[in-house]
């Protein structure tokens, strides 16, 4: 059974730093893209950043760039996004995707973890 | 934000068809391709529509997807109850570096 598990959520205060992790199992982890996309309490989704399947293309979206970082690990099926100078809009709960492809370009995703709540406050 | 445009609600009773619509511009839907994602209350995002109109192994046929130039749109026909949900459409968009965009989401409320 295909399954991503993120933890690493929690409560920061603005401008500090928090690293989310996403263990992946049931499924071949270095053949696929990954993704993070984010929902803010209440509103909509918005796609955060993604990898592919050997970290040679990398994207982020506007509003994380230059302060989020994300990464993989295949021997340990495991995604990350580094997070640092975090902002009270960062605020959300972050989701693990699976890519349908192994480039980020033109994927989408059929498997989504259940998410980490980040709370940005002081 | 999102740049695609998503009515904030919907409604309908069991049996109808209801209809959402997404709006985009020629960067995004107008050339890639749109997906559908249902979020049900409580749940993470599901993947319903990819490639416009093609349906993942085990979502109803009730639900069809289609495009048309810069907009595309989301039917779902014999509207049932645990059909109540958000729904997002998405699609890159290629003015953003390559950024993959989401709609601002529909709530769809069963009569």
């Known amino acids: 059974e295909m399954q991503l598990v993120e933890s690493g959520g929690g409560l920061v205060q603005p401008g500090r730093s928090l690293r989310l992790s996403c263990a992946a199992s049931g499924f071949t982890f270095d053949d696929y893209a990954m993704h993070w996309v984010r929902q803010a309490p209440g509103k909509g989704l918005e796609w955060v950043s993604g990898i592919s399947w050997n970290s040679g293309n990398i994207g982020y979206a506007d509003s994380v760039k230059g302060r989020f970082t994300i990464s993989r690990d295949n021997a340990k099926n495991s995604l990350y996004l580094q997070m640092n100078s975090l902002r009270a809009e960062d605020t959300a709960l972050y989701y693990c995707a699976k890519g349908i492809t192994g480039t980020i370009v033109d994927d989408y995703f059929d498997y989504w973890g259940q998410g980490t709540l980040v709370t940005v406050s002081s | 934000q999102s740049v695609l445009t998503q009515p904030p609600s919907a409604s309908g009773t069991p049996g109808q068809r209801v209809t959402i619509s997404c709006s985009g511009s020629?960067?995004?839907?107008?050339?890639?391709?749109v997906y559908w994602y249902q979020q049900l209350p409580g749940t993470a995002p599901k993947l319903l529509i990819y490639r416009n109109n093609q349906r993942p192994s085990g979502v109803p046929d009730r639900f069809s997807g289609s495009k048309s130039g810069t907009s595309a749109s989301l039917a779902i026909s014999g509207l049932r109850s645990e059909d109540e949900a958000d729904y997002y459409c998405a699609a890159w968009d290629d003015s953003l570096s390559g950024l993959y965009v989401f709609g601002t989401g529909t709530k769809v409320t069963v009569l």
């Open positions: 020629s960067s995004n839907i107008g050339s890639n391709y």
